[in-house]
């Protein structure tokens, strides 16, 4: 199989590029360096010339507070380029796979969403990943819609290393404990990905690390893992008020994998140590 891989500059593209060429797959890594999503003709310019048998779009507009101010602009990268891969793939006849966000949903309540219950995206990121799958929808039969969360990875700015460093100055830190939801460790996501892509196994699926936590308790785990002392004070999301709304329910329900038989992901837990690893590991041998 030939896959292309957009976003690769970021967290879950890079793995995944690293993780298909180890099983031996052509894997091609794209970035905005190569095409802009925003540019439809140049989209399906290149698509045509490489010719993937599948795409895994990990590309996205992601800035969630600036894109209250930068509606068009979002919209344009996360609906609009979403849809011109799409377009490129049915033209082709490649299968898509769509990375979306636990933010489609209204972000209340206790229970685990599941991939059917009702969208209402609180915020204009969450709208423009809904309008991506859409779109998705839309346009293709062969395709997976993949809804993620509370993502980190080697490559790139995440939850782990900002309580990492701050820790290094502070020995306390409030932090958020009224949103729930699960850590993703984008290596282990990048294996589910993986063995997904290679069958015609197509639908909408929630994948996480198992396990549900607040972000307080994400930041308490880090500092136990990583050996360091900053004590963590939860405090609520009115403490720390945001331009775009966050939700307060991210809990995804992984039933869709079971029904499947696809592997669910390791514990949170366990990611967060592995990736503690990795992290002194790179450091180390710079």
Known sequence: MKILVTGVTGQLGHDCVKELEDRGFEACGVSSRDFSLTDQAAVRSFLLAYHPDAIIHCAAYTAVDRAEDE???????????TRALAEACREIGAKMLYISTDY????????????????????????????????????LDAYFIVRISWVFGLNGRNFVRT????SETHDMLTVVDDQIGSPTYTRDLAVLLADMIQTNAYGVYHATNEGFCSW????????????????????????????????????????????????????????????????GTMKNTK
């Open 216 to 279: 307080a308790d994400f930041a308490r785990e880090i500092f136990r893992q990583a050996g360091r002392d900053t004590v963590v004070t939860p405090v609520p999301s009115s403490a720390y008020p945001t331009r775009a709304a966050r939700p307060k329910n991210s809990r995804l329900s992984k039933k869709s994998l079971d029904q499947m038989r696809f592997a669910r992901l390791p514990r949170w837990q366990d990611a967060v140590g592995r990736y503690l690893i990795e992290l």
């Open 104 to 139: 489609v949903f209204p972000g209340n309540g206790t229970e685990p969403y599941e991939v059917d219950d009702e969208k209402d995206p609180q915020n204009v990121y969450g709208r423009s990943k809904l309008a991506g799958e859409q779109a998705v929808r839309e346009l």
């Open 71 to 81: 509606v068009e602009q979002c919209m344009a990268v996360n609906e609009g380029g």
């Open 163 to 166: 309580m990492l460093q701050l």
